[in-house]
């Protein structure tokens, strides 16, 4: 007796398969089969179509089929900050980005314009092919539930979340313990539900913003709770300015000091390292995030990224908010740092283990399925891009396609755990028109308490 169709698996043919496995396998007319939510079979088209006869089939037409991009450091809430006019003179230093523009967008935040601005900035996800995000969010003025209205605008777009929020001393002790316990609360949630596609980390800020005491209480509780964090580290020459001037240390020391280093605590940025900090990051097991675009436009720096990684670092990438477009990502750390050194050489071996080899890595951190990878048992997350190579595309020159032709490819289908959240460039769940008007009614309002 043949299989309902609600028990049918997906079968997807006629790709053009880039596995991303160990081996680098691209598979010309390949195909898989996806069974609820994960990858069972990988092959060819004509293997696998005669194995599978009854399966629901989608033919990639020739299309580059590759896993969903991870971005391993991002800010959805803020998304309505988009051309929104400041009310002070152009900020001339980091401080003054953080002063006149996100602590007061943060702070003026309410419920409905977070749930907006996570399900505005998860259609750009699901359009340019990131199926997974780790989470940063802060919202001074509403606090409490926070994160659940995040996790719902991911549950409603069906994509893969880590979340936290971020606790800071900047607003006095009843905000901090606010954001401690939406962090504890989210955490014991996630916990005890067990989803597949939801789970979490304990947010901080940065070290200029925490003070002993409060870091003390966050380092206890997380570790009770068996999580690590995910925090700023470094960004700008003032967070270490401030350490040294305060604890008489760098603010990488502080934070090993403190207990908030380790391997399962993500640091973010980590521009102004030295080798003695980066000495604590591989002693410590520390995975740092490397954000190239908004390092360029907030003009703090160039992240010593090369000899990171080089020193045994493990060296994620994400986005800081600044794009949904982890292909933008690749393409401006390759630039970055090619240019940072003065040789064209570099990045081209770093790069690949950034974003791909480490950023699974990191991913797996907080998920129980494999991601990033097409192979059998590894989670169902896939991009079909129109791309369709004018020379031979193989394991060992993936990277020049990737750099000067995939990247600039549109995303036409996203598959998140065997399901279809984009299907030919139209997005199946969500009502794009709806959000992004109810958004912008959002965001005059939100600009006016700006």
């Given at each position: 007796?043949?299989?309902?169709?609600?028990?049918?698996?997906?079968?997807?043919?006629?790709?053009?398969?880039?596995?991303?496995?160990?081996?680098?396998?691209i598979i010309p007319d390949g195909a898989l089969l996806i069974q609820e939510s994960l990858i069972v079979e990988v092959g060819s088209t004509q293997r696998l179509?005669?194995?599978?006869?009854?399966?629901?089939?989608?033919?990639?037409?020739?299309?580059?089929?590759?896993?969903?991009?991870?971005?391993?450091?991002?800010?959805?809430?803020?998304?309505?900050?988009?051309?929104?006019?400041l009310k002070d003179e152009p900020p001339a230093n980091f401080v003054q980005i953080l002063e006149r523009l996100w602590w007061r967008l943060d702070k003026a935040?309410?419920?409905?314009?977070?749930?907006?601005?996570?399900?505005?900035?998860?259609?750009?996800?699901?359009?340019?092919?990131?199926?997974?995000?780790?989470?940063?969010?802060?919202?001074?003025?509403?606090?409490?539930?926070?994160?659940?209205?995040?996790?719902?605008?991911?549950?409603?777009?069906?994509?893969?979340?880590?979340?936290?929020?971020?606790?800071?001393?900047?607003?006095?002790?009843?905000?901090?313990?606010?954001?401690?316990?939406?962090?504890?609360?989210?955490?014991?949630?996630?916990?005890?539900?067990?989803?597949?596609?939801?789970?979490?980390?304990?947010?901080?800020?940065?070290?200029?913003?925490?003070?002993?005491?409060?870091?003390?209480?966050?380092?206890?509780?997380?570790?009770?709770?068996?999580?690590?964090?995910?925090?700023?580290?470094?960004?700008?020459?003032?967070?270490?300015?401030?350490?040294?001037?305060?604890?008489?240390?760098?603010?990488?020391?502080?934070?090993?000091?403190?207990?908030?280093?380790?391997?399962?605590?993500?640091?973010?940025?980590?521009?102004?390292?030295?080798?003695?900090?980066?000495?604590?990051?591989?002693?410590?097991?520390?995975?740092?995030?490397?954000?190239?675009?908004?390092?360029?436009?907030?003009?703090?720096?160039?992240?010593?990224?090369?000899?990171?990684?080089?020193?045994?670092?493990?060296?994620?990438?994400?986005?800081?908010?600044?794009?949904?477009?982890?292909?933008?990502?690749?393409?401006?750390?390759?630039?970055?740092?090619?240019?940072?050194?003065?040789?064209?050489?570099?990045g081209y071996a770093e790069l690949l283990r950034m974003a791909f080899q480490n950023n699974r890595d990191i991913a797996g951190l907080f998920f129980r399925d494999?991601?990033?990878?097409?192979?059998?048992?590894?989670?169902?997350?896939?991009?079909?891009?129109?791309?369709?190579?004018?020379?031979?595309?193989?394991?060992?020159?993936?990277?020049?396609?990737?750099?000067?032709?995939?990247?600039?490819?549109?995303?036409?289908?996203?598959?998140?755990?065997?399901?279809?959240?984009?299907?030919?460039?139209?997005?199946?769940?969500?009502?794009?028109?709806?959000?992004?008007?109810?958004?912008?009614?959002?965001?005059?309002?939100?600009?006016?308490?700006?």
């Amino acid at each position: 007796m043949g299989r309902t169709g609600e028990e049918r698996g997906l079968l997807i043919t006629h790709a053009n398969l880039v596995t991303l496995d160990e081996s680098g396998r691209i598979i010309p007319d390949g195909a898989l089969l996806i069974q609820e939510s994960l990858i069972v079979e990988v092959g060819s088209t004509q293997r696998l179509s005669g194995r599978h006869p009854e399966e629901r089939v989608v033919d990639a037409q020739g299309q580059l089929v590759m896993p969903g991009l991870i971005n391993a450091h991002t800010h959805l809430y803020s998304t309505l900050a988009r051309g929104m006019a400041l009310k002070d003179e152009p900020p001339a230093n980091f401080v003054q980005i953080l002063e006149r523009l996100w602590w007061r967008l943060d702070k003026a935040l309410v419920a409905e314009d977070i749930l907006y601005s996570a399900l505005v900035a998860l259609i750009d996800c699901i359009r340019h092919g990131t199926t997974t995000i780790v989470d940063h969010h802060a919202s001074p003025g509403s606090i409490s539930g926070s994160l659940d209205l995040i996790a719902q605008a991911i549950d409603q777009a069906g994509l893969r979340g880590c979340l936290c929020y971020e606790v800071s001393d900047r607003g006095g002790c009843q905000e901090a313990q606010a954001g401690i316990q939406e962090n504890s609360r989210f955490i014991r949630r996630c916990q005890y539900e067990k989803k597949a596609m939801r789970a979490a980390s304990f947010g901080l800020h940065a070290s200029f913003t925490l003070s002993d005491e409060t870091l003390r209480e966050c380092v206890e509780l997380a570790k009770d709770l068996d999580v690590g964090f995910h925090l700023h580290v470094a960004e700008d020459a003032a967070d270490v300015s401030d350490a040294r001037a305060k604890y008489g240390k760098s603010a990488v020391q502080r934070l090993a000091d403190c207990g908030v280093l380790g391997p399962e605590t993500l640091a973010i940025h980590c521009v102004h390292v030295d080798g003695d900090d980066m000495d604590i990051l591989r002693e410590t097991d520390t995975n740092v995030i490397h954000n190239p675009q908004s390092n360029c436009n907030n003009g703090v720096g160039v992240a010593p990224v090369v000899e990171m990684l080089n020193r045994g670092i493990r060296v994620g990438l994400g986005s800081d908010g600044f794009t949904a477009n982890m292909f933008d990502e690749i393409r401006t750390a390759n630039i970055l740092h090619k240019l940072s050194h003065g040789d064209p050489r570099v990045g081209y071996a770093e790069l690949l283990r950034m974003a791909f080899q480490n950023n699974r890595d990191i991913a797996g951190l907080f998920f129980r399925d494999s991601l990033g990878v097409i192979r059998p048992g590894a989670a169902a997350d896939l991009i079909f891009l129109d791309y369709h190579p004018p020379t031979p595309l193989r394991p060992d020159n993936f990277l020049g396609h990737l750099l000067f032709g995939i990247s600039g490819a549109r995303v036409q289908t996203t598959i998140v755990a065997g399901n279809e959240l984009m299907r030919n460039g139209q997005l199946v769940n969500l009502d794009e028109e709806q959000i992004a008007a109810r958004a912008r009614e959002l965001a005059s309002k939100l600009w006016e308490r700006f």
